[in-house]
């Protein structure tokens, strides 16, 4: 038997209107809401101050290093890769 696919199509769900298909689709409710802020408030607490123990000192770069044009990160001369990469020096991990 030859099935015309293009022919519209015609069933009992074609009937029913559109508050009958709302209430039985269900409701869509977002993450925040179905979390409780109570359960995990003590676990994300954020302190009000920071230590001063915390400083960093930030060294510029040294004249025997280089900064890799792969993945951006100083490194010592000695982990130079012996070709340059597409953009200028690439350290010994990203030339593997």
């Known amino acids: 038997m030859a099935t015309d696919y293009d022919a519209p199509r ?3 769900d074609d009937t029913e ?7 039985r689709t269900p409701e869509v409710t ?3 809401s179905e979390l409780d802020a109570d359960d995990h408030s003590d676990s994300f607490a954020i302190p ?6 915390a400083d960093v000192i930030v060294v510029p770069k040294q004249e025997d290093e280089f900064t890799c044009s792969e993945c ?3 490194k010592h001369r ?5 070709k340059n990469g597409k953009y200028g020096p690439v ?3 990203c030339a593997a």
Do not use: G, Y
Request: net charge negative.
């Open 48 to 53: 009000d101050s920071v230590a001063e123990d």
């Open 72 to 74: 951006f990160i100083v």
């Open 91 to 93: 350290c010994t991990d």
């Open 17 to 23: 209107s559109i508050e009958v298909l709302k209430e």
């Open 30 to 32: 977002s993450v925040s």
């Open 78 to 82: 000695s982990q130079k890769a012996k």
């Open 10 to 12: 015609k069933n009992d």
